[in-house]
């Protein structure tokens, strides 16, 4: 007993205890290094083919030295997700991580079908990140997978900043995985993604961008290496990179219809958060301009709205005041005037020109969003948060709640300002 | 030896703080939704008062243990009996800390984690800072507390960039009920009153000042509802998926990027934090471990504890049941009786035998002052007979303290 004592004496346990963490991390340094086991996937396409299989196309990180690294394509089919993603582990030789995945695309096809799948496969298993940017494309899945890292690799242009720009300045929202949840599991299910085209026609407001190997291969063995530029001539291909703005909108995470850039701007135009924005204006006679053709840019903008009830239907009224910078001035004959720094600012006729244009395309933009029952504007959120008893009452009154858009009366107060 | 009040202060800040800033947030939200911030603020509030009483009877112990304070005016028996009862709550708390404590290893800072690698360094270490003493830990907990407070306060700038305040609107839209029944499920979560008496006898009450327990609840109080904010105003009703709110408000991705690797520091240091948690509820559990079963060894007691640590969370890596089992109604009840009433019932016994005593204090004095009139008139009539012969009454001494039984180092201090 004295020995045993002795032994685990406080002052020899330290020495034990040394020991036992020796024993323990000794184990692992015959381990090999994560790099070896794990692929890293920094992109992620996916889409159902038409033979109901799914298509994935992942962009992998494959360390070279320390320093430097390549990204490759590799796709493959399968029932399902798991099964696709099986098969690219299988043809890489390594566990598929995609705890550094930023983009998360799917195709038309598999949006229309039912986005939530793939999203709660990632998110749930996987470990994608909620902060990665989700894109809804149109066109070949691998095609897209490639334009990632052409874009990357030969122009320095990251897709996730590219998407990023349009959440500043188009959609006025977080267009990433985390945003889509919110509005799948919100009251109305509705949820947003911005489109991207990758077309073989010619578009000129697309990137162009030649891409390696042909597209659609049926093998889920097949692979494609799109990390190089150049090379075979006869197998490159020529494909356009297109993100013109154009929104796609999902209900219950399906996708039933599009938004355009040119009515974007209008809804932005009663959200709180975006200032960013261009107007035209045709054919404008006053002192200062003949026939000319306006394009006016939207510098700074304040907006407040007034939440009441008319004979129990909801009534919003917006008041907005712009601030309109001159941008470019298109006239068919001489602009002389413009040598005189006061007809820089934009007179009574341009504003009285733009206010009406503005209320014009305002009612247009937002009967269509009535009509397909499509609350970008959260009037539910902003009528359920702040009148809520009232709200829910209006509720009650309708047959169907999901068409509570339909009878909210919309009322515009618009004020312009020169900036310059 | 014993800690001092300003530790004491700190400690209790580490205790109000302790369940309410990682997976709490989450799962009050799946009951409460946008009010679940009331819930935990309710809640707070009458863990700070019932705080209060725990330490007037702290105070009123002055160096007994709980044990011979509540002996002394129940009996044995029921002093064992509550004693048994407050020890059960930082055994729970002990549960809900290391597992929240591996998961929050094995999800957010690593892809592999075997259950062994994280429970033996932490139950080497959380049990040798329960050997060296509670003034130990007090002082580690001194060290760390403004880094803490300072590290959570950048995390909620962080998260307050994206916050969307009208989410919190309508306030209590589903009425008060879901915010009791959140109270009601989640009762294992809060709580310090009970198990803040089995450290009678530990803290030193010399300079005491009030306003230091005040100072560091409002702290605990403001801080947690700020996080909690923060939380559910950035994940909106997403939050009830978010398990880790300290660390996942970190992650939000509008906010200033610039902060982002300063943040992952700084939930590292929240990780440290939980650690102290784990020492905290560790030296109070072996200390009612010692008082239930009478230990004289303190190494012995730290034992039992390095052997339920490891047990639990090798049980908690190979079931799903011990996440399950603090949600067990019988795990409330247990909260609810050692966390709540038991402390109210010694807090009444504490302030009856203090009226009673100052009822008996003030008839002593009585009773003295009668003997001295007595007296004086006694000498008055001797001067009176000119007599030279001195006398007194019989002074009253105060009972003399009896020493405490040796029930090992936390149960001595």
């Known amino acids: 007993m004295q020995k045993f004592k002795k032994i685990f004496s406080p002052r020899k346990m330290i020495i034990w205890v040394s020991i036992l963490v020796l024993v323990i991390s000794f184990q692992y340094t015959n381990q090999p290094a994560q790099s070896q086991t794990q692929a890293i996937v920094t992109a992620l396409a996916v889409d159902q083919t038409e033979d109901n299989l799914i298509e994935v196309s992942t962009v992998v990180l494959t360390p070279l030295t320390a320093s430097s690294s390549k990204r490759k394509v590799y796709t493959a089919k399968g029932l399902d997700i798991t099964n696709a993603i099986n098969h690219i582990s299988l043809q890489v030789g390594k566990q598929i991580g995609f705890g550094q995945c930023d983009i998360m695309a799917m195709g038309d096809k598999l949006c229309e079908e039912n986005a939530l799948k793939a999203l709660d496969y990632l998110t749930r298993t996987k470990r994608v990140g909620r902060n990665a940017v989700l894109i809804n494309f149109s066109g070949d899945v691998e095609n897209f997978a490639s334009c990632i890292v052409q874009l990357n690799d030969n122009m320095s242009l990251n897709v996730a900043e590219i998407i990023n720009f349009n959440r500043e300045y188009i959609v006025a929202t977080e267009t990433n995985i985390e945003s889509f949840f919110k509005g799948y599991y919100g009251d109305l299910g509705l949820s947003i993604m911005p489109k991207i085209k990758i077309s073989e026609n010619e578009d000129v407001n697309g990137i162009k961008l030649n891409l390696e190997g042909d597209s659609g291969e049926e093998s889920a063995s097949n692979s494609s290496d799109s990390a190089t530029s150049g090379g075979d001539s006869s197998k490159s291909k020529e494909v356009y990179f297109v993100n013109d703005g154009t929104t796609s909108i999902f209900r219950e995470g399906k996708k039933f219809t599009e938004i355009k850039p040119s009515e974007i701007k209008y809804i932005n135009l009663l959200q709180p958060d975006n200032v960013l924005g261009t107007f035209v204006l045709e054919n404008v006679n006053s002192n200062t301009f003949k026939d000319a053709r306006l394009v006016l840019d939207l510098t700074n903008k304040e907006m407040e709205y007034k939440l009441s009830f008319k004979d129990g239907k909801p009534t919003i009224k917006y008041d907005i005041e712009l601030y309109i910078l001159i941008d470019e001035i298109i006239e068919s004959g001489k602009t002389e005037n413009l040598l005189h720094t006061e007809n820089w600012f934009v007179d009574d006729s341009v504003i009285n020109g733009l206010t009406n244009k503005i209320v014009e395309n305002l009612e247009v933009v937002v009967s269509k969003l009535q009509d397909e029952n499509i609350d970008m504007i959260e009037v539910y959120d902003k009528f359920y948060k702040f009148k809520n008893k009232k709200f829910t009452k209006y509720l009650n009154s309708l047959e169907n709640k999901e068409d509570f858009l339909k009878d909210v009366e919309f009322e515009y107060k618009i004020k312009i300002h020169s900036s310059y | ?413």
Request: aromatic content about 14%; overall charge positive.
């Open chain 2, 1 to 413: 030896m014993r800690m001092s009040y300003r530790q004491a202060s700190i400690i209790i800040f580490y205790m109000l703080v302790a369940f309410k800033v990682l997976s709490l947030p989450s799962l009050v939200y799946q009951t409460c939704k946008n009010d679940g911030y009331l819930a935990v603020l309710i809640m707070m509030v009458v863990d700070a008062i019932l705080l209060w009483g725990s330490l007037k009877v702290l105070k009123q112990a002055k160096d007994k243990n709980i044990y011979d304070y509540v002996k002394q005016y129940t009996g044995s028996v029921i002093a064992k009996i509550f004693v048994i009862a407050l020890t059960l709550i930082p055994l729970i708390h002990l549960g809900i800390k290391t597992k929240g404590l591996e998961w929050f290893l094995v999800k957010n800072l690593y892809t592999q984690f075997e259950w062994f690698q994280f429970a033996i360094p932490v139950s080497l270490v959380t049990c040798y800072m329960i050997y060296k003493g509670i003034r130990n830990i007090g002082r580690v907990s001194e060290f760390f507390v403004w880094i803490i407070v300072i590290g959570v306060t950048i995390i909620i700038i962080k998260g307050f960039g994206a916050v969307d305040w009208s989410f919190f609107l309508p306030v209590l839209s589903k009425g008060i009920k879901p915010i009791f029944k959140a109270i009601y499920d989640y009762l294992a979560w809060f709580g310090i009153g009970g198990e803040l008496l089995l450290f009678a006898g530990c803290i030193d009450f010399k300079n005491e000042k009030k306003s230091r327990v005040f100072f560091y609840s409002a702290l605990a109080i403001i801080l947690v509802q700020l996080v909690l904010w923060s939380f559910y105003g950035a994940y909106g009703i997403m939050a009830s998926t978010h398990n880790f709110a300290i660390s996942d408000i970190s992650q939000i991705s509008n906010a200033n990027i610039a902060l982002d690797e300063l943040s992952w520091l700084i939930v590292s240091v929240w990780a440290v934090a939980q650690i102290l948690h784990i020492a905290i509820y560790g030296y109070l559990f072996c200390r009612g471990l010692q008082l239930i079963f009478n230990i004289k060894n303190d190494t012995v007691a730290t034992l039992i504890l390095f052997l339920i640590l490891i047990l639990w969370i090798f049980w908690g890596e190979h079931t799903i049941a011990l996440e399950k089992l603090f949600l067990h109604k019988s795990i409330v009840w247990i909260m609810i009786v050692a966390q709540y009433i038991i402390p109210i019932i010694i807090f009444a016994i504490s302030f009856i035998k203090k009226k009673d005593k100052k009822q008996s204090d003030a008839q002593s004095a009585k009773s003295q002052n009668i003997i001295q009139s007595t007296q004086n008139e006694g000498d008055k009539a001797s001067n009176a007979d000119k007599s030279s012969n001195l006398g007194g009454g019989k002074q009253i001494k105060p009972k003399s303290k009896q020493p405490n039984k040796s029930r090992g180092k936390y149960a001595k201090v």
